[in-house]
């Protein structure tokens, strides 16, 4: 079976893995979530997120592991 990592993909072309060993239907689930992206985030992650990594804008995506 396919397994897939959600990776969050920042705007200085840094990575970040966040899960892994999802199916391709979690994966999609997953970032189709509006709080998985800084332009659509509504909660304060967006913000922590900035504050924290310091690498820009961000996007979670899914790749085959």
Request: charged share 30%; net charge negative; proline share 2%.
């Amino acid at each position: 079976m396919t397994t897939y990592t959600i990776v969050r993909f920042y705007f200085d072309r840094h990575r970040r893995v966040i899960q892994t060993g999802l199916t391709r239907e979690e994966a999609q689930e997953h970032c189709n979530d509006p709080e998985t992206s800084s332009r659509t985030c509504s909660t304060e992650t967006s913000e922590a997120e900035l504050a924290e990594t310091g690498h820009g804008t961000w996007f979670d995506g899914y790749e085959e592991e």
